[in-house]
């Protein structure tokens, strides 16, 4: 069954602790995404990814990492220099980035609190 | 992009078609018009996107005017699982881009 996955679907850190947010998708997809949800808000995207081993900085990087060493997974660290790390995150993930073929599919999303 | 206008909320019967309207004045001529949902605490759903031409797939239809100024999300038969807030998002699908969603309206289905 082809998708996009998030785990885990909650997650509670510590302040001063870093946390990797795991994202994995089996649709072959060259491009994925990370988005920031706060609550009455809408997206916010951290930073993206058009192929393996590239990854560029969305609207609001600050505080946070990515890697993209494999085509299937996209890995999210919030570290703890990101100042106000409770929200909602979302993954996503398009053919490609650019063209007809560049629709967006999201995963189920991580809600990460910091108590 | 260009900017949308949804109603905030709308209500609809259970098994009856649902009617979301979205306005795209300022639509330019490569923006495509494109339909999410997001059911409370889940990721969005994409459902629908389309030029100029009506679209139909398994979830809905999108019905595009010739102006293309507005466009209609339909349901065909509402369930309780489509209660959901609905995103009208117009875009020109090209490079690695954010999505923006407004406010969206906020669909009740009523059994």
């Known amino acids: 069954d082809g998708g996009i996955t998030q785990s885990p679907k909650y997650l509670f850190r510590k302040e001063g602790q870093n946390v990797t947010l795991s994202c994995e998708q089996n649709?072959?997809?060259?491009?994925m995404y990370w988005y920031r949800q706060d609550p009455g808000q809408g997206l916010r995207l951290i930073y993206y990814s058009q192929i393996v081993n590239d990854f560029q900085k969305g609207d609001i990087a600050e505080g946070y990492s990515v890697s993209r060493e494999k085509k299937e997974s996209f890995p999210l660290t919030v570290t703890s220099a990101q100042k106000n790390p409770t929200a909602f995150y979302l993954c996503a993930s398009s053919i490609s980035a650019g063209g007809v073929r560049d629709t967006q599919y999201f995963g189920p999303g991580t809600r990460l609190t910091v108590l | 992009d260009a900017k949308t206008t949804q109603p905030p909320s709308m209500d609809c019967a259970e098994g009856r078609a649902a009617n979301l309207p979205c306005n795209h004045s300022?639509?330019?001529?490569?923006?495509?018009v494109y339909w999410y949902r997001q059911i409370h605490s889940q990721g969005p759903q994409y459902i629908i996107h389309g030029l100029k031409n009506n679209e139909t797939n398994e979830m809905a239809s999108l019905i595009i005017t010739e102006d293309r100024k507005s466009s209609t999300l339909i349901l065909p038969h509402a369930t309780l699982r489509d209660t959901a807030v609905y995103y009208c998002i117009v875009r020109v699908p090209q490079g690695a881009q954010k999505l923006v969603f407004g406010q969206g309206t906020r669909l009740t289905i009523n059994p």
């Open positions: 649709l072959n997809h060259d491009a």
């Open positions: 300022t639509i330019s001529g490569n923006e495509y």
